[in-house]
T-cell receptor, first 114, second 115 residues
Framework: AQSVTQLGSHVSVSEGALVLLRCNYSSSVPPYLFWYVQYPNQGLQLLLKYTSAATLVKGINGFEAEFKKSETSFHLTKPSAHMSDAAEYFCAVSDYEAGNQFYFGTGTSLTVIP | DAGVTQSPTHLIKTRGQQVTLRCSPKSGHDTVSWYQQALGQGPQFIFQYYEEEERQRGNFPDRFSGHQFPNYSSELNVNALLLGDSALYLC??????????????FGNGTRLTVT
Protein backbone atom coordinates (compact mmCIF):
# COMPACT_ATOMS: atom_id res chain seq x y z
CA ALA A 1 0.00 0.00 0.00
CA GLN A 2 1.09 3.53 -0.69
CA SER A 3 0.97 6.41 1.76
CA VAL A 4 2.59 9.72 2.55
CA THR A 5 3.15 11.51 5.84
CA GLN A 6 3.57 15.25 6.09
CA LEU A 7 5.39 16.38 9.20
CA GLY A 8 4.12 19.66 10.55
CA SER A 9 0.56 20.72 9.85
CA HIS A 10 1.54 24.39 10.15
CA VAL A 11 4.77 26.09 9.12
CA SER A 12 5.54 29.79 9.48
CA VAL A 13 8.45 31.53 7.80
CA SER A 14 9.50 35.12 7.34
CA GLU A 15 9.35 36.65 3.90
CA GLY A 16 12.66 35.93 2.18
CA ALA A 17 13.49 32.95 4.41
CA LEU A 18 13.92 29.34 3.34
CA VAL A 19 10.79 27.25 3.02
CA LEU A 20 11.05 23.56 3.95
CA LEU A 21 7.98 21.33 3.91
CA ARG A 22 8.50 17.70 4.84
CA CYS A 23 7.05 14.60 3.23
CA ASN A 24 7.89 10.96 3.82
CA TYR A 25 6.44 8.16 1.75
CA SER A 26 5.74 4.50 2.12
CA SER A 27 5.65 2.41 -1.01
CA SER A 28 6.22 -1.20 -1.89
CA VAL A 29 7.23 -0.25 -5.43
CA PRO A 30 9.22 2.65 -6.87
CA PRO A 31 7.05 5.62 -6.00
CA TYR A 32 5.61 8.32 -8.18
CA LEU A 33 5.49 11.42 -6.01
CA PHE A 34 3.86 14.79 -6.40
CA TRP A 35 3.49 18.11 -4.61
CA TYR A 36 0.34 20.14 -4.97
CA VAL A 37 -0.61 23.60 -3.69
CA GLN A 38 -4.10 24.71 -2.74
CA TYR A 39 -5.09 28.34 -2.35
CA PRO A 40 -8.25 29.24 -0.41
CA ASN A 41 -11.46 28.19 -2.12
CA GLN A 42 -9.61 26.63 -5.02
CA GLY A 43 -8.67 23.20 -6.24
CA LEU A 44 -5.20 21.68 -6.16
CA GLN A 45 -2.51 22.89 -8.52
CA LEU A 46 0.45 20.72 -9.47
CA LEU A 47 3.78 22.13 -8.26
CA LEU A 48 6.07 19.34 -9.37
CA LYS A 49 6.36 15.59 -9.86
CA TYR A 50 9.09 13.02 -9.39
CA THR A 51 9.75 11.16 -12.62
CA SER A 52 12.73 9.02 -11.51
CA ALA A 53 14.86 10.75 -14.14
CA ALA A 54 16.51 13.01 -11.57
CA THR A 55 16.46 13.11 -7.80
CA LEU A 56 16.21 16.91 -7.69
CA VAL A 57 12.99 18.07 -9.27
CA LYS A 58 12.27 21.68 -10.16
CA GLY A 59 8.71 22.93 -10.20
CA ILE A 60 6.78 26.10 -10.69
CA ASN A 61 7.10 29.30 -8.64
CA GLY A 62 10.70 28.53 -7.63
CA PHE A 63 9.89 25.36 -5.68
CA GLU A 64 11.94 22.20 -5.87
CA ALA A 65 11.96 18.82 -4.17
CA GLU A 66 14.63 16.21 -3.62
CA PHE A 67 13.89 12.49 -3.72
CA LYS A 68 15.93 10.55 -1.15
CA LYS A 69 15.31 6.84 -1.35
CA SER A 70 17.45 6.05 1.69
CA GLU A 71 15.31 8.37 3.81
CA THR A 72 12.03 7.68 1.95
CA SER A 73 11.59 11.43 1.74
CA PHE A 74 10.49 13.97 -0.82
CA HIS A 75 10.79 17.32 0.95
CA LEU A 76 9.71 20.54 -0.75
CA THR A 77 11.91 23.63 -0.57
CA LYS A 78 12.08 27.19 -1.81
CA PRO A 79 15.11 29.38 -1.13
CA SER A 80 13.20 32.59 -0.49
CA ALA A 81 9.58 32.77 0.64
CA HIS A 82 7.19 35.24 -0.89
CA MET A 83 3.92 36.45 0.54
CA SER A 84 2.10 34.80 -2.35
CA ASP A 85 3.41 31.39 -1.23
CA ALA A 86 0.98 31.33 1.70
CA ALA A 87 -1.26 28.34 0.99
CA GLU A 88 -1.89 24.69 1.84
CA TYR A 89 0.61 22.21 0.44
CA PHE A 90 -0.07 18.54 -0.16
CA CYS A 91 2.32 15.72 -0.88
CA ALA A 92 0.90 12.77 -2.80
CA VAL A 93 1.93 9.34 -4.07
CA SER A 94 0.23 7.57 -6.95
CA ASP A 95 -0.47 3.87 -7.01
CA TYR A 96 -0.18 2.98 -10.67
CA GLU A 97 -0.91 -0.65 -9.89
CA ALA A 98 -4.33 0.53 -8.74
CA GLY A 99 -5.14 2.59 -11.78
CA ASN A 100 -3.12 5.63 -10.75
CA GLN A 101 -5.09 6.24 -7.55
CA PHE A 102 -3.54 9.08 -5.58
CA TYR A 103 -2.95 9.09 -1.81
CA PHE A 104 -2.56 12.53 -0.26
CA GLY A 105 -1.00 13.65 2.97
CA THR A 106 -2.94 15.71 5.47
CA GLY A 107 -1.36 18.90 4.23
CA THR A 108 0.89 21.64 5.57
CA SER A 109 -0.40 25.16 5.92
CA LEU A 110 2.33 27.67 5.09
CA THR A 111 2.17 31.15 6.61
CA VAL A 112 4.57 33.83 5.38
CA ILE A 113 5.26 36.62 7.85
CA PRO A 114 6.07 40.03 6.35
CA ASP B 1 -7.20 25.18 -23.28
CA ALA B 2 -10.04 24.63 -20.83
CA GLY B 3 -9.08 23.08 -17.55
CA VAL B 4 -11.27 20.95 -15.33
CA THR B 5 -14.60 22.60 -14.66
CA GLN B 6 -17.05 21.69 -11.91
CA SER B 7 -20.59 22.75 -11.16
CA PRO B 8 -22.12 24.02 -9.04
CA THR B 9 -19.51 25.81 -6.94
CA HIS B 10 -21.60 25.73 -3.79
CA LEU B 11 -24.56 23.66 -2.69
CA ILE B 12 -26.63 23.45 0.47
CA LYS B 13 -28.72 20.35 1.08
CA THR B 14 -30.71 18.84 3.93
CA ARG B 15 -30.02 15.49 5.53
CA GLY B 16 -31.61 12.65 3.61
CA GLN B 17 -31.63 14.48 0.30
CA GLN B 18 -29.78 13.50 -2.82
CA VAL B 19 -27.22 15.57 -4.73
CA THR B 20 -25.56 15.47 -8.15
CA LEU B 21 -22.25 17.14 -8.89
CA ARG B 22 -20.87 17.59 -12.37
CA CYS B 23 -17.43 17.69 -13.90
CA SER B 24 -15.91 18.31 -17.31
CA PRO B 25 -12.34 17.08 -17.66
CA LYS B 26 -9.41 18.96 -19.09
CA SER B 27 -9.34 18.89 -22.86
CA GLY B 28 -7.70 15.69 -24.08
CA HIS B 29 -8.14 13.80 -20.82
CA ASP B 30 -10.17 10.61 -20.68
CA THR B 31 -10.06 9.61 -17.03
CA VAL B 32 -12.01 11.27 -14.22
CA SER B 33 -11.51 10.75 -10.50
CA TRP B 34 -13.50 12.16 -7.61
CA TYR B 35 -12.09 13.13 -4.24
CA GLN B 36 -13.68 14.27 -1.01
CA GLN B 37 -11.80 16.86 1.02
CA ALA B 38 -13.09 17.42 4.53
CA LEU B 39 -12.14 20.63 6.29
CA GLY B 40 -8.48 20.58 7.30
CA GLN B 41 -7.80 17.25 5.60
CA GLY B 42 -6.20 15.99 2.45
CA PRO B 43 -8.34 14.75 -0.43
CA GLN B 44 -9.69 11.21 -0.08
CA PHE B 45 -10.24 9.06 -3.17
CA ILE B 46 -13.87 8.21 -3.91
CA PHE B 47 -13.71 6.52 -7.31
CA GLN B 48 -12.31 6.72 -10.82
CA TYR B 49 -14.04 6.46 -14.18
CA TYR B 50 -12.50 5.42 -17.46
CA GLU B 51 -14.27 4.36 -20.65
CA GLU B 52 -17.60 5.02 -18.93
CA GLU B 53 -16.96 2.43 -16.23
CA GLU B 54 -15.99 2.67 -12.59
CA ARG B 55 -12.44 1.31 -12.47
CA GLN B 56 -11.28 1.94 -8.95
CA ARG B 57 -13.14 2.73 -5.75
CA GLY B 58 -12.03 4.05 -2.41
CA ASN B 59 -13.52 3.33 0.99
CA PHE B 60 -16.85 5.05 0.45
CA PRO B 61 -20.34 3.56 0.88
CA ASP B 62 -22.67 2.71 -1.96
CA ARG B 63 -24.54 5.97 -1.32
CA PHE B 64 -21.79 7.45 -3.46
CA SER B 65 -22.19 6.60 -7.12
CA GLY B 66 -21.10 8.07 -10.39
CA HIS B 67 -21.27 8.07 -14.10
CA GLN B 68 -19.09 8.95 -17.04
CA PHE B 69 -20.50 10.04 -20.35
CA PRO B 70 -19.16 9.43 -23.88
CA ASN B 71 -17.67 12.95 -23.92
CA TYR B 72 -15.67 11.99 -20.79
CA SER B 73 -17.62 14.30 -18.48
CA SER B 74 -18.72 12.82 -15.20
CA GLU B 75 -21.26 13.06 -12.41
CA LEU B 76 -21.02 12.23 -8.75
CA ASN B 77 -24.25 11.31 -6.98
CA VAL B 78 -24.69 11.08 -3.25
CA ASN B 79 -27.91 9.66 -1.81
CA ALA B 80 -29.34 9.90 1.70
CA LEU B 81 -27.05 12.76 2.65
CA LEU B 82 -25.51 12.80 6.10
CA LEU B 83 -24.06 15.74 7.98
CA GLY B 84 -20.66 14.08 7.60
CA ASP B 85 -20.91 14.38 3.82
CA SER B 86 -20.28 18.11 4.13
CA ALA B 87 -16.99 18.68 2.31
CA LEU B 88 -15.28 20.03 -0.76
CA TYR B 89 -15.73 17.59 -3.62
CA LEU B 90 -12.93 17.69 -6.13
CA CYS B 91 -12.95 16.34 -9.62
CA UNK B 92 -9.61 15.47 -11.19
CA UNK B 93 -8.84 14.39 -14.72
CA UNK B 94 -5.86 12.61 -16.21
CA UNK B 95 -4.79 10.92 -19.39
CA UNK B 96 -4.91 7.16 -19.63
CA UNK B 97 -6.16 5.18 -16.69
CA UNK B 98 -3.20 3.63 -14.90
CA UNK B 99 -0.59 5.53 -16.89
CA UNK B 100 2.46 5.87 -14.70
CA UNK B 101 3.39 9.31 -13.47
CA UNK B 102 0.36 10.94 -15.05
CA UNK B 103 -0.53 13.86 -12.79
CA UNK B 104 -4.06 14.72 -11.78
CA UNK B 105 -5.49 18.04 -12.88
CA PHE B 106 -8.07 19.36 -10.45
CA GLY B 107 -11.11 21.56 -10.74
CA ASN B 108 -11.93 24.18 -8.12
CA GLY B 109 -14.39 21.87 -6.43
CA THR B 110 -17.97 21.94 -5.24
CA ARG B 111 -18.50 22.96 -1.64
CA LEU B 112 -21.35 20.82 -0.27
CA THR B 113 -22.97 21.76 3.01
CA VAL B 114 -25.48 19.37 4.57
CA THR B 115 -27.73 20.81 7.24
Amino acid sequence: AQSVTQLGSHVSVSEGALVLLRCNYSSSVPPYLFWYVQYPNQGLQLLLKYTSAATLVKGINGFEAEFKKSETSFHLTKPSAHMSDAAEYFCAVSDYEAGNQFYFGTGTSLTVIP
Amino acid sequence: DAGVTQSPTHLIKTRGQQVTLRCSPKSGHDTVSWYQQALGQGPQFIFQYYEEEERQRGNFPDRFSGHQFPNYSSELNVNALLLGDSALYLCASSLGQGRKNSPLHFGNGTRLTVT
